[in-house]
T-cell receptor
Framework: GAGVSQTPSNKVTEKGKYVELRCDPI?????LYWYRQSLGQGPEFLIY????????DSGLPNDRFFAVRPEGSVSTLKIQRTERGDSAMYLC??????????????FGPGTRLTVL | RKEVEQDPGPFNVPEGATVAFNCTYS??????FFWYRQDCRKEPKLLMS???SGNEDGRFTAQLNRASQYISLLIRDSKLSDSATYLC?????????FGSGTKLNVKP
């Protein structure tokens, strides 16, 4: 079946602009995660959804970052007033239930964000 | 202190060699442990979960030492296709923490 998909695959924007990154999880997966990965580093946790609600948003770096998952499926990560330091690969992952189990996380191909 | 620490490498080994990677984690309350593989400019993919009793999947063996807060991955009979970055992942209080990865280059 279809895996996790993310759009766009690449996004180039200017400092100060607003961007939205989309994640389509695997159908039926209740848990959805957003991560940010900089070059030479491992993915860094941003936020985790269980269903429609954000179960843990402690990884969001500041209030310019916000994510939603209104119907418990597709999620959008929104970044306001982008800064050059926001440039990174943004990865989305889904799993059948959540981190309390040992379910595998399935990652999407990521969106590479470049802020000029 | 980082939640998960790994030697970044690179480990350069010939085909057929045995290579081992280690990872340490800082929180003794961590609940579950994984190794992921990430190819250049691709997403991470689960290689294997790591259990206290140790587990093996073909040429790959993972070990967990809770007392020392240490996880290892052993790759036997390395193949060219094993060249990748190996990420150690720890689940602590329902959050997944990734190490920075260990790069492996398997040479002909």
């Amino acid at each position: 079946g279809a895996g996790v998909s993310q759009t766009p695959s690449n996004k180039v924007t200017e400092k100060g602009k607003y961007v939205e990154l989309r994640c389509d999880p695997i159908s039926g997966h209740t848990a959805l995660y957003w991560y940010r990965q900089s070059l030479g580093q491992g993915p860094e946790f941003l936020i985790y959804f269980q269903g429609t609600g954000a179960a843990d948003d402690s990884g969001l770096p500041n209030d310019r970052f916000f994510a939603v998952r209104p119907e418990g499926s597709v999620s959008t990560l929104k970044i306001q007033r982008t800064e050059r330091g926001d440039s990174a690969m943004y990865l989305c992952a889904s799993s059948p239930s959540g981190p309390g189990s040992v379910d595998t996380q399935y990652f999407g191909p990521g969106t590479r964000l470049t802020v000029l | 202190r980082k939640e998960v620490e790994q030697d970044p490498g690179p480990f350069n080994v010939p085909e057929g060699a045995t290579v081992a990677f280690n990872c340490t984690y800082s929180n003794s309350a961590s609940q579950s442990f994984f190794w992921y593989r990430q190819d250049c400019r691709k997403e991470p993919k689960l290689l294997m979960s790591v259990y206290s009793s140790g587990n093996e999947d073909g040429r790959f063996t993972a070990q967990l030492n809770r007392a020392s807060q240490y996880i290892s991955l052993l790759i036997r009979d390395s193949k060219l296709s094993d060249s990748a970055t190996y990420l150690c992942v720890v689940n602590t209080f329902n959050k997944f923490y990734f190490g920075s990865g260990t790069k492996l280059n398997v040479k002909p």
